[in-house]
């Protein structure tokens, strides 16, 4: 697979092997993400222990990492984003999180928004 291509695979098979509790709601995030922008090219982190999407003109925007039974996306510039619905965690001078839990239509709706936005703010800079 290229470093930086469209879903995968290769994404699929690295959640199921190596985070086998959270990997259906991994994958399930995955495909929310990539609905928002089908630009949108993933690569796997195995170091960082999950899969990033970066889009051809905003470069890097977000990332899944599986926790358990959980999912956090990742924003890599959260902090300069809006958040009226308060779902962004973290405190850091950059990223946010929203942590998915459960796979839902308010959540892909939710995540749709959100990727589009941080692209959006990205393409600005």
């Not at 089908?38 to 999407?53: A, K, S, T």
């Not at 308010?106 to 936005?117: D, H, S």
Request: aromatic share 8%; glycine share 8%.
């Amino acid at each position: 697979m290229a470093p930086d291509s469209g879903p995968s695979d290769e994404a699929a098979r690295y959640l199921r092997e190596h985070h086998a509790p959270a990997a259906e709601l991994a994958l399930w995030t995955r495909d929310a993400v990539v609905r928002a922008d089908p630009d949108l090219r993933e690569r796997v982190y195995p170091g960082w222990q999950g899969v990033g999407f970066r889009h051809p003109e905003a470069g890097y925007v977000c990332a899944i990492f599986p926790r358990d039974r959980a999912v956090e996306l990742l924003f890599e510039h959260g902090a300069a984003m809006v958040d009226p619905e308060g779902v962004l965690e973290g405190a850091g001078s950059q990223t946010r999180v929203i942590r998915v839990e459960a796979p839902s239509g308010a959540t892909a709706e939710l995540i749709f928004r959100y990727v589009q936005q941080a692209i959006a703010e990205r393409l600005l800079r």
